[in-house]
């Protein structure tokens, strides 16, 4: 009997969380400020090395970072851009952009600047990053193709994008393969993958 109630309690569980899962997925939204310590958690496969790998930051570039959270890669990527480079963090949230913006002034990092603002309408003029990534924020986005596509449009030629997904606990998940379709379908050429569908940063270039 406690076996039988032990299962059916695991079973209603697992509906539960599959269910949850569900319905994240499609009322796709941003982590919110509250709950923050979700981005605060070590991030398996998708890594700082693994990032810098991908992204290949040159001092002096100016980069954009869609949806920085607290700063989980923030402050890495612009210690790696040094003082003549320029990383733009650009997010919904007013406080994750100065949660950010504190821990970089508190570690002594000058070259951050902050937009807050929609992905699927950037407020930036056409070509005017070097580069520009995002981590576990695309499937946040209920437009995906339109913040592609403002993504292309900031870039400058010969620039690269990255998009970071990581599958394990996130019901925003997106697949390498519906990322690619995507991207592609946004005037933008894959270029490689580091890592593997659990967890991979995906590079871009602008096509044509």
């Known amino acids: 009997m406690r076996r039988r109630r032990a299962t059916t309690l695991a079973l209603a569980g697992a509906a539960a969380a599959a269910g949850a899962g569900v319905w994240w997925r ?20 998708i890594t700082r090395p693994r ?3 991908a992204l290949a930051p040159a001092p002096g570039e100016h980069i954009l970072e869609v949806g920085p959270g607290t700063g989980y890669y923030s402050l890495p990527v612009a210690r790696w851009l040094g003082p003549q480079g320029t990383l733009e963090l650009f997010d919904l949230q007013p406080e994750m952009l100065e949660h950010t913006l504190k821990r970089a002034r508190a570690a002594g ?46 870039l400058k030629p010969g620039g690269r994008l990255v998009v970071g997904e990581l599958l394990l606990g996130d019901p925003h ?17 894959f270029e490689r993958q580091f890592g593997t569908a659990l967890g991979y940063f995906a590079r871009f270039a602008p096509a044509g």
């Open 51 to 53: 990032l810098r790998a």
């Open 26 to 45: 499609r009322n796709p939204s941003a982590c919110p400020y509250g709950q923050r310590f979700w981005v605060e958690l070590p991030h398996p496969l």
């Open 109 to 154: 990092l000058g070259n951050m600047s902050s937009t807050e603002g929609d992905a699927q309408q950037m407020p930036f003029a056409d070509g005017t990053f070097d580069a520009a990534y995002l981590t576990t924020v695309l499937g946040e986005i209920p437009d995906q193709s339109a913040a592609l596509r403002e993504l292309r449009r900031v």
């Open 173 to 189: 998940w997106v697949s390498p393969g519906s990322l690619r379709r995507q991207a592609e379908a946004a005037g933008l050429r």
